[in-house]
């Protein structure tokens, strides 16, 4: 399984960017995918999830109402729609599949729980 992480760059505060993150090796129907994020210095943080066999997503507390996750199985890809970014956004953003599809019930945001890791992408959000 491999997962690619895109669409990063740097925005100024009130900007939006689309993250993309595209599976290969694998369909993407039976999976969860999370996106993560981590600040170099910080622990890994949850940001969004999905799950593959009802659609259900789950937020942090901190990017509800401005960030919008949604997938794409004919594509392999899941996108995390980022608006109303805040320079407390800047990081670089990972994705992650769970093959279980449970995202873990409540403990969607533990990163060790999720089964593979691809690269990430940065985001900036800077005036």
């Known amino acids: 399984v491999q997962l690619q992480a895109s669409g990063g760059g740097l925005v100024q505060p009130g900007g939006s960017l689309r993250l993309s993150c595209t599976v290969s090796?694998?369909?993407?129907?039976?999976?969860?995918i999370g996106w993560f994020r981590q600040v170099l210095g910080k622990e890994r943080e949850g940001v969004s999830c999905i799950r593959s066999s009802d659609g259900s997503t789950y937020y942090a507390d901190s990017v509800k109402g401005r960030f919008t996750i949604s997938r794409d199985n004919a594509k392999n890809t899941v996108y995390l729609q980022m608006n109303s970014l805040k320079p407390e956004d800047s990081a670089v953003y990972s994705c992650?599949?769970?093959?279980?599809?449970?995202?873990?019930?409540?403990?969607?945001?533990?990163?060790?729980?999720?089964?593979?890791w691809g690269r990430g992408t940065l985001v900036t959000v800077s005036s």
């Open positions: 992650a599949t769970d093959r279980s599809d449970s995202v873990f019930g409540s403990r969607w945001f533990i990163p060790y729980l999720w089964d593979n």
């Open positions: 090796g694998v369909t993407l129907d039976n999976y969860a």
